[in-house]
């Protein structure tokens, strides 16, 4: 069973805007880590961001942040200034051992 | 092109046949991880090898599946007398073991995904 849960199966954003993909996810561990996964149309997974559970400091890269309220187990991923190359499919993952535990998906349209 | 590499990229197969897939790992990479994503889902957890040793195996892998690293490079993945429900794309990803904070369980290196072989089980 998915413990990844990412209640947007579509979205879509025009190009220069900010989009906001959420997700929430169970664990019992103390110590885990988070991660947003982009797949391209016909492309391979490529990791665009990660937060380790024991830093309270939202990770940042680039054009990419996160929202990580460790509380409510909620990791969101913002994306500002989005361009027509974020088109994909993006996929939230949390730590299971070295394993990755993915959720259903987000499929991210940027349109002109 | 020095990411992970997997053939095929495609496979098409009789219901009841045998199948191989091969993953090259980053070449420096002692963990290799494989995964199976159906239409609509996002990659679920097979079996993971850290060198030569096969240290996880999810309850995903039915006796059918068979995942082996002799050599500690590439891997493969059998999947005997395939039924429709096999049909995915599986997916392998690498990664380090340096680097982490020592005593902290699980670091965490970057998988590096495999662009997929697709197959198909008529």
């Known amino acids: 069973a998915q413990t990844v849960t990412q209640s947007q199966p579509e979205m879509s954003v025009q190009e220069a805007e900010t989009v906001t993909l959420s997700c929430t996810y169970d664990t019992s561990e103390s110590n885990y880590y988070l991660f947003w996964y982009k797949q391209p149309p016909s492309r391979q997974m490529i990791l665009v961001i990660r937060q380790e559970a024991y830093k309270q400091q939202n990770a940042t890269e680039n054009r990419f942040s996160v929202n990580f309220q460790k509380a409510a187990k909620s990791f969101s991923l913002k994306i500002s200034d989005s361009q027509l190359g974020d088109t994909a499919m993006y996929f939230c993952a949390r730590s299971s051992g070295y394993a990755l535990n993915f959720g259903k998906g987000t499929s991210l349209l940027v349109t002109p | 092109d020095t990411g992970v590499s997997q053939n095929p990229r495609h496979k098409i197969t009789k219901r009841g046949q045998n199948v191989t897939f091969r993953c090259d790992p980053i070449s420096e990479h002692n963990r290799l991880y494989w995964y199976r994503q159906t239409l609509g889902q996002g990659p679920e957890f097979l079996t993971y090898?850290?060198?030569?040793?096969?240290?996880?195996k999810s309850r995903l892998l039915s006796d059918r599946f068979s995942a082996e690293r002799p050599k500690g490079s590439f891997s493969t993945l059998e999947i005997q007398r395939t039924e429709q429900g096999d049909s995915a794309m599986y997916l392998c990803a690498s990664s380090t073991t340096t680097g982490g904070d020592s005593g902290r369980t699980h670091w965490y290196n970057e998988q590096f995904f495999g662009p997929g072989t697709r197959l198909t089980v008529l």
């Open positions: 090898f850290q060198n030569e040793a096969q240290l996880e």
